[in-house]
């Protein structure tokens, strides 16, 4: 049993489902494992953070922000002062819902939620401590995965979603699929491309400094797109250089 399961359930209930006159369905089921993964992410990535500075997090691609405002009732209160949340979402009716639901939070933490597109730079704060994407879309991810390294953004605990052509290392990965004479059978290409675009997210990350561990955070029975990126910036010149190397490899490989 997952650690905050049932007050995730209990609040995705109260806040966006019996508002709306209705209960629980599957999927919001499985939505609140995913949730309360994050949870269980955000608690240990907070648990790093001196309690004496203060801690941002950004919900990135928040939909309803069901993680943003969940942190802030269940995880951030006790991590002390100065804490907040801005949550950045680009539909307009997901930022208005994320509004009602928390003005119905009542968090003694401070909630922004703001309508914008993550590849807008300056809709984000310039320091964000901890960055949280769960389901970011194919260039979201990226956008995202830009802007923790440009902030220089402490934690990123990135969940990306669908891979299309529009993610420049897909676009490249079909290319080397060609030069390397990948079958196009359709199940072996998907897995090449994704095998590739994990790569050089993973390798653009450690580039920067960052420590990268790669993990099923729920099982795929839950969601297929199970995969997350716990980053965490440590700066260390060696792990960056070979990062470097291997990367410039794969873009290079013919
Ligand atoms: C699959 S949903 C996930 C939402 C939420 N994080 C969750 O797990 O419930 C992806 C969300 O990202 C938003 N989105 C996609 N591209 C975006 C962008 N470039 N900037 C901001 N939001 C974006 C979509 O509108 C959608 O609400």
Not at 75 to 100: F, H, K, M, N
Not at 112 to 124: G, I, K, M, N
Request: glycine content about 4%; aromatic content about 4%; overall charge positive.
């Amino acid at each position: 049993m997952q650690k905050y399961l049932k007050e995730v359930e209990e609040w995705l209930d109260r806040l966006y489902i019996a508002a709306e006159g209705a209960t629980l369905r599957k999927e919001d089921r499985r939505k609140a494992c995913e949730v309360a993964a994050m949870m269980e992410e955000i608690e240990r990535a907070a648990s790093r953070f001196s309690r004496r500075s203060s801690l941002l997090l950004v919900d990135a691609a928040a939909g309803k922000s069901y993680v943003g405002l969940l942190a802030a009732k269940l995880i951030l209160p006790s991590i002390g002062c100065g804490t907040y949340v801005v949550t950045i979402e680009c539909d307009r009716q997901r930022v208005e819902a994320s509004r009602r639901a928390a003005e119905r939070l009542c968090s003694s933490i401070p909630i922004d939620c703001r309508q914008a597109s993550v590849e807008t730079a300056d809709a984000w704060p310039s320091q964000p401590s901890i960055i949280t994407a769960l389901h970011a879309c194919g260039e979201a991810a990226d956008a995202i995965i830009d802007r923790a390294i440009a902030c220089r953004t402490r934690v990123l605990l990135l969940v990306p979603c669908c891979t299309s052509e529009s993610v420049a290392a897909s676009r490249q990965a079909q290319a080397q699929a060609e030069a390397l004479g990948i079958p196009r059978h359709a199940p072996v290409r998907r897995r090449f491309i994704q095998s590739f675009v994990d790569a050089e997210r993973t390798l653009r990350l450690e580039s920067a400094g960052y420590e990268t561990e790669v993990v099923e955070f729920v099982a795929p029975t839950v969601t297929p797109h199970n995969v997350l990126w716990r980053a965490r910036l440590v700066g260390e010149p060696q792990r960056m250089k070979s990062a470097q190397s291997a990367l410039a490899s794969l873009l290079a490989a013919k």
